[in-house]
């Protein structure tokens, strides 16, 4: 089978399931449109290169679209776009308007903001005001258009489930969970808290800084890591000497470094509800809830009794595993694809 996943790669999940699929013996390609930054991977198939040029980038999409995307017997879109998208009118999504007429199967992957403010009372979260800035009318209609187009159509987080009613669960995909070392938090010395933010506003930055500084002011020996615009090795190598990694404090669901941290046995604080561990259909993470009115209180006690650290994260890399080996998610993506493509013989 030949499989293409374009056309970008929010937090590597469509490189990592790539990875999936090409050790489960298929054909499969990544392709990004849109320059990487540090911490996200481009597709080995690179159409966003900046030494291109504006014109030379959208040659090299147009000479793709026209040569090879025709090759392939999968498609599966990231993010709400497409190869050849140009604004809300007609220009938009045109590769999947003629992967369509051509009988080609789709697929799609919401992964976050693109679908968010589309849930039933827009979107909840206290950044999206000043980060999505986000028109509701005209990206409910681009997501209404990819969703008939689609075959199948998956979201990454529970909380979009409402805005996807009948989207599938897959959770974010990471490789090479199983494989990663664990590195045991440290029980005595200064406890040193990692938080790594792709955005300040959407992660509630700030107020994970005032906790920290509060506590530092009180004689508490914290050594405070924040990572950014850093190399991904490089973020993972800062990881894996944190005592406890704070993901972010107002997002209602953990993200992609939550599971990287859980990975190395790391002890995580971020914020959830019960509401979406109960959409996820899944055991409840181990993780410890926060919000920026507990982070600070949470943080003390785990100062306090640092002897919890080392079950903490032994019980997150056991939930890490289980939940998001891009290797077992290939493995599902690639039974759907194949009912699609036996469905329409």
């Known amino acids: ?99 369509t007429a051509r009988g080609v199967p789709l697929f799609a992957t919401f992964h976050g903001c693109e679908v968010r403010d589309l849930q039933p009372g827009g979107c909840p979260h206290p950044c999206a005001s000043t980060v999505c800035r986000i028109d509701s009318q005209k990206q409910r209609e681009r997501i209404e258009e990819i969703r008939r187009r689609v075959a199948r159509c998956y979201v990454t987080t529970p909380d979009l489930l409402p805005a996807v009613p009948e989207a599938k669960l897959m959770p974010q995909s990471l490789w090479g969970l199983e494989e990663r070392k664990p590195v045991p938090p440290k029980t005595s010395g200064p406890l040193r808290i990692v938080h790594a933010p792709s955005n300040r506003a959407t992660k509630g930055t700030e107020a994970v800084i005032r906790a920290v500084e509060s506590l530092q002011a009180e004689g508490l020996d914290i050594d405070f890591v924040l990572v950014e615009n850093t190399p991904h090795d490089q973020a993972l190598e800062i990881l894996q000497t944190a005592d406890v990694v704070i993901d972010h404090v107002q997002i209602d669901w953990y993200c992609v470094v939550s599971i990287e941290a859980a990975a190395f046995g790391k002890p995580v604080l971020v914020s959830f509800t019960q509401e979406n561990v109960r959409r996820s259909n899944q055991e409840s993470p181990p993780f410890l809830a926060v919000t920026k009115d507990t982070l600070k209180e949470k943080i003390r006690a785990l100062y306090e009794d ?35 493509l036996d469905a329409r013989v």
Not at 66 to 80: D, M, P, T
Not at 322 to 336: P, T, V
């Open 1 to 99: 089978m030949k499989i293409l996943h374009p056309p970008l790669n929010d937090a590597d999940v469509a490189f990592n399931l790539v990875r999936g699929l090409r050790a489960l013996g298929q054909e499969a390609d990544l392709a990004t449109t849109a320059p990487s930054n540090p911490l996200i991977m481009t597709g080995n198939i690179d159409l966003s290169s900046p030494s291109k040029g504006k014109l030379g980038r959208q040659y090299a999409k147009w000479r793709f679209s026209r040569n090879e995307l025709v090759n392939y017997n999968i498609v599966h879109y990231h993010s709400g776009h497409s190869i050849l998208d140009y604004g809300n009118g007609i220009f938009r999504l045109m590769d999947m308007k003629q992967l």
């Open 306 to 340: 640092r002897a919890v650290l080392l079950e903490l994260g032994r019980r997150n890399r056991v939930f890490a595993i289980k939940h998001h080996s891009a290797f077992e998610h290939a493995k599902r993506l690639l039974a759907d694809y194949q009912e699609v």
